[in-house]
C-alpha cells in the first residue's frame, strides 16, 4: 500500500525566505504526482502536476521537483510572503491502467511566513 | 473558470441523525470523487463514479454511508445515522476519465460537518 509522508509537519518562515517541503513516497510505480493548497477550512487548490516521466515543474514562485526513482518530491518556495501560508499537501497517483484512481495524500505541511 | 460545487459548506447535526451532501462536478468531467477528511490528516477516498457507475466504494462505510451519482453528472453522499467520528471535511473532487490527460483533479470547496 502507498505511503505519503511530508515533513515537516509545520514551517515558519520570515517573509522573503526561500524554503523547500518535503514528500516522500513508498511506491515508486507511480502516474503522477500533485501539490495542493488548502487554506483553513477550504478545499484543494491544485498548484502543480508532474508526470511521472518529468523532473520537475514550474509556477511563478513555485517548483516542484520528482525523483521517482528515490521516492520523493520537493516543493520550493521563493521569496516567500504572507499569503502563502497555508497547508500545502502532495498526493501520488497510482500507475495506469488501474481504472480507479486511489491518489494518496500526504498529512500536509502547514506554512507559516511571518511578515 | 469552471468549478466544482459543493453544498451545504457547513453541516452541524446532532449524533443519529441522517445528513447529506452534494456536489456538482466540472463540466465534462466522468470521474467524481468523494473524499473525507480528519483534521490534520490529508484526504482519503471514500468513493469514485465512472459516469453513474461506481469503481471504487471499498473504503466507505456502507452500514451507514451511501453515495449515488444517478445521472452520471452530479451526486450526493448521504449519512444514516450520524455518528460523532464523522465530523470531519467532506471533499468532492471531479476529473476527466481515467486514461485521459494525466489524472488532474480539481476539488470543491468542502463541506465541514459537525456532529455533537
Known amino acids: 500500500k502507498q505511503e505519503v509522508t511530508q515533513i515537516p509537519a509545520a514551517l515558519s518562515v520570515p517573509e522573503g525566505e526561500n524554503l523547500v517541503l518535503n514528500c516522500s513516497f513508498t511506491?515508486?510505480?507511480?502516474?503522477?504526482l500533485q501539490w495542493f493548497r488548502q487554506d483553513p477550512g477550504k478545499g484543494l487548490t491544485s498548484l502543480l502536476l508532474?508526470?511521472?516521466?518529468?523532473r520537475e515543474q514550474t509556477s511563478g514562485r513555485l517548483n516542484a521537483s520528482l525523483d521517482k526513482s528515490s521516492g520523493r518530491s520537493t516543493l520550493y518556495i521563493a521569496a516567500s510572503q504572507p499569503g502563502d501560508s497555508a497547508t500545502y499537501l502532495c498526493?501520488?497517483?497510482?500507475?495506469?491502467?488501474?481504472?480507479?484512481?486511489?491518489?494518496?495524500f500526504g498529512a500536509g505541511t502547514r506554512l507559516t511566513v511571518k511578515p | 473558470e469552471a468549478e466544482v460545487a459543493q453544498s451545504p459548506r457547513y453541516k452541524i447535526t446532532e449524533k443519529s441523525q441522517a445528513v447529506a451532501f452534494w456536489c456538482d462536478p466540472i463540466?465534462?468531467?466522468?470521474?467524481l470523487y468523494w473524499y473525507r477528511q480528519i483534521l490534520g490528516q490529508g484526504p482519503e477516498l471514500l468513493v469514485q463514479?465512472?459516469?453513474?457507475?461506481?469503481?471504487?466504494d471499498s473504503q466507505l462505510p456502507k452500514d451507514r454511508f451511501s453515495a449515488e451519482r444517478l445521472k452520471g453528472v452530479d451526486s450526493t453522499l448521504k449519512i444514516q445515522p450520524a455518528e460523532l467520528g464523522d465530523s470531519a471535511m467532506y471533499l468532492c473532487?471531479?476529473?476527466?476519465?481515467?486514461?485521459?490527460?494525466?489524472?488532474?483533479?480539481?476539488f470543491g470547496p468542502g463541506t465541514r460537518l459537525t456532529v455533537t
Open positions: 473532487a471531479s476529473s476527466l476519465a481515467p486514461g485521459e490527460m494525466a489524472y488532474e483533479q480539481y
Open positions: 511506491d515508486s510505480a507511480i502516474y503522477n
Open positions: 508532474i508526470q511521472s516521466s518529468q
Open positions: 498526493a501520488v497517483n497510482p500507475t495506469l491502467p488501474y481504472n480507479n484512481n486511489d491518489m494518496r
Open positions: 463540466s465534462g468531467h466522468a470521474t
Open positions: 463514479f465512472q459516469d453513474e457507475s461506481v469503481v471504487d
